[in-house]
């Protein structure tokens, strides 16, 4: 192996476009006065090459649904994208996805990276710029939402694709350094890729041996390659970043491979970041911060480039572009259309389908199965009752695919009718997914799969929601409809302890800005919460149930559960009509609630039971409804209690400073449920006793 990279090529109009993007980067970079100019700098090369060789894109149709996808999971280096979709002329498109006759970054945008209401923020941000295929900065999340693409592809293709008429066959590549591989969200993905044998796959290392700390050789000493092929992939090595036809015979590589359908690949790239100073040859010091005007100048010098220019752009270097990437991109995307048109002809309702997948609209019908179900006093676990309701909406919404970590038959999310199957690599249209063991993986394929535009939802223990986190934020960041289901949802699940008990979950779930947090009370509150989460196209739910069975409420007695739609809702009112004391709660406890206020009113003391099953839709609510939170809330009943088997970090947003919270304040125990209740307190008797406690207080 070369002990550093050959000089960056020169002389040649190719040599040109890729001084074009490193200077750019530096530039945007030194304009900001913060970024990483390094893995721009280092990678430029195969990048130009992907991009205008390979790449099948058409910079007038960045949502063109069969265009491959380049993912830039090494986040920091986002000047290197915004050169990428400046120079390739990349057209902006609007909310409704018209292109738009103007470029999605500018060279006004490079001069004002990282400046407010820009569209080259510090990392990328989908939806904020066209032509970012997804949100990164979270070291590893790229690459593995990547996964969820390159499974979307095969998917679509499974499904759409008809003899003669292939609608689906993109490749995902996508663009790490150490630091994505350093993180364990990596190697699930990895894992299961080449389980699943995705060989649209393509993950390009820039092996530059740096990271932030200085050389890998700190932290980072592993064979990779081994790692992969361990895992099921085809390894290639380019060993100087610099070389283009090495990096041109790597794509070409892993073209073959993907015809051979058998793995994903990774093309480690060994990257050297040569700066224009021999003193900063090899060494770390301007890694990860602007190079300074004296070192730009000297690597401007060194690419053979005019010193003195800022944001150069050669015309030569545009047309270039256009006659690579832009055309090539034009003739396949009007073919595509031609062919997607002949598609409309011959199977209207696929076409139609495929319309309504695109812009995240339900097919006519998909409601038409909802169960629903009778009172009963001993009822069911909202997990068994969510389970139904999927099934029933799955069967009817083809796109609506998902799955869960390695606990389906505890999440109830198996979809079991008639044609469903599971997704293989041999059977890519199955719509049961198995992410096995890897929550954190789940959760960004989820991310992948949403912005290919099927309706993804991943499952498992409430408690293991904190290992998926971060993609779980990036759902919301980047407003894409993720569905996370989460079961087992509080010390009701007893015997397991608190290792399994979450606590502190739905707090930080609900301190998440555009997630949707749901927390059904009942077999009817399950059914309303879907036909919440169904019809949202920009944002993310959680949907958050019990193991343990729920009472079936009397709604002849009691308000419809149709009141899930405003967030919370007066479900029994004070029996003679004034109340002494509100009692509000979510899930589980709605119940004891209910009970509790019977017993109260033959104390002479007179309780509002309201069910909150989702917070964020009662602020949304109230904001357009203002008189709404009083009527649910009235301000003149200060005696309050809210009940929730969680952290009750943040309950006093509506009990006020003097009401009562009853939530967990520590870790739970291993024990039987009715020992747990007793134990933390969620006994009606209990319940009571706080109640009258804030009603008597009041008086
Ligand atoms: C999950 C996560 N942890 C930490 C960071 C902060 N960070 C940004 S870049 C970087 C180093 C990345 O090294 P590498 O991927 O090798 O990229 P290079 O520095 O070579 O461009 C770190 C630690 C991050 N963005 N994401
Ligand atoms: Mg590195």
């Not at 409430?462 to 960041?477: E, G």
């Not at 007793?678 to 009603?695: H, I, M, Y």
Request: net charge neutral.
């Amino acid at each position: 192996m070369p002990a550093r990279t050959s000089p960056a090529p020169t002389g040649t109009l190719e040599a040109e476009a890729i001084a074009t993007i490193r200077t750019l980067a530096m530039d945007a970079v030194q304009a900001a006065h913060s970024g990483h100019p390094g893995a721009p700098m280092g990678m430029a090369p195969t990048a130009y090459v992907l991009w205008q060789r390979f790449l099948r894109y058409n910079p007038e149709d960045p949502t063109w649904p069969n265009r491959d996808r380049f993912v830039l999971s090494a986040g920091h280096a986002s000047a290197l994208l915004y050169a990428l979709l400046h120079l390739a002329g990349v057209k902006a498109v609007d909310a409704g996805e018209k292109s738009q006759n103007e470029p999605a970054v500018r060279l006004e945008d490079l001069k004002r990276f990282r400046q407010l209401d820009s569209p080259t923020p510090g990392h990328p941000e989908y939806g904020l710029t066209s032509g970012v295929e997804l949100t990164t900065g979270p070291l590893g999340q790229g690459v593995a939402g990547s996964v969820g693409m390159a499974i979307a592809s095969r998917w679509c293709a499974a499904t759409f694709n008809r003899p003669g008429l292939e609608l689906f066959d993109f490749d995902v590549y996508a663009l790490c350094g150490d630091g994505c591989l350093m993180e364990g969200i990596s190697s699930e993905a990895a894992s299961l890729a080449g389980h699943l044998k995705l060989a649209n796959l393509c993950w390009i290392y820039d092996s530059n041996r740096i990271s932030i700390e200085g050389s890998t050789d700190l932290a980072f000493t592993e064979d990779v390659a081994g790692r992969f092929r361990a895992q099921g992939w085809n390894v290639l090595h380019v060993e100087d970043g610099n070389n283009l036809d090495a990096i041109d015979a790597a794509f070409r590589q892993f073209q073959s491979f993907r015809a051979a359908g058998e793995r994903p690949t990774l093309i480690v790239v060994r990257t050297h970041i040569a700066y224009g100073s021999p003193n900063k040859q090899d060494t770390h010091a301007a890694h990860g911060e602007p190079l300074g005007d004296a070192e730009v100048r000297l690597t401007k010098r060194a690419y053979g480039w005019p010193e003195d220019a800022r944001f150069l752009v050669p015309e030569a270097v545009r047309d270039h572009f256009k006659d690579g990437l832009g055309r090539r991109g034009a003739e396949l995307h009007g073919a595509w259309a031609a062919k997607l048109a002949d598609y409309g002809r011959q199977f209207p309702e696929q076409a139609a389908w495929l319309t309504r997948m695109r812009h995240r609209q339900l097919p006519e019908g998909w409601d038409q199965e909802l169960p629903s179900f009778p009172a009963d006093p001993k009822g069911k676990a909202t997990r068994d009752t969510s389970g139904a309701v999927l099934n029933a909406i799955a069967k009817h919404v083809p796109w609506l695919l998902g799955g869960s970590a390695d606990l389906a038959p505890s999440t109830k999310t198996r979809l079991a009718f008639a044609g469903a199957g599971t997704f293989t690599d041999d059977s890519p249209g199955g719509r049961n997914l198995h992410f096995g063991v890897r929550e954190h993986a789940m959760a960004a394929i989820l991310n992948g799969l949403a912005v290919s535009r099927v309706r993804p939802y991943g499952s498992t223990f409430l408690i293991f929601s904190d290992y998926m986190k971060n993609s779980i934020r990036l759902s919301a960041l980047m407003e894409v409809p993720v569905i996370y289901i989460f079961t087992h949802d509080s010390i009701g699940v007893g015997e397991d302890g608190p290792t399994h008990q979450p606590v502190e979950q739905l707090p930080s779930l609900r301190a998440t800005p555009g997630l949707i947090t749901l927390r059904p009370a009942d077999a009817a509150e399950v059914v309303e919460a879907w036909k919440v989460i169904m019809p949202l196209r920009h944002q993310p739910a959680a949907l958050i149930l019990t193991r343990q069975a729920l009472p079936t409420l009397d709604r002849t007695r009691l308000a419809s559960a149709v009141g899930l739609h405003r967030g919370a809702y007066v479900l029994a009112d004070a029996p003679r009509g004034k109340p002494d004391v509100l009692l509000l709660a979510t899930g589980s406890e709605v119940s004891l609630c209910l009970e509790a206020r019977d017993r109260l009113a033959a104390e002479g003391i007179q309780a509002r039971v309201v069910s909150m099953p989702s917070w964020e839709l009662f602020e949304a609510h109230c904001r357009e409804d203002p008189a709404y939170r009083d009527q649910v809330l009235p301000p003149a009943v200060t005696a309050r209690v809210s009940v929730e088997m969680a952290s009750g970090f943040g309950w006093e947003r509506y009990v006020g400073m003097k009401g009562k919270v009853l939530g967990m304040t520590t870790f739970g125990s291993s024990a039987p449920l009715k020992d747990l209740l007793k134990k933390f307190g969620f006994t009606v008797d209990n319940v009571v006793a706080l109640a009258r406690e804030q009603a008597r207080g009041k008086k």
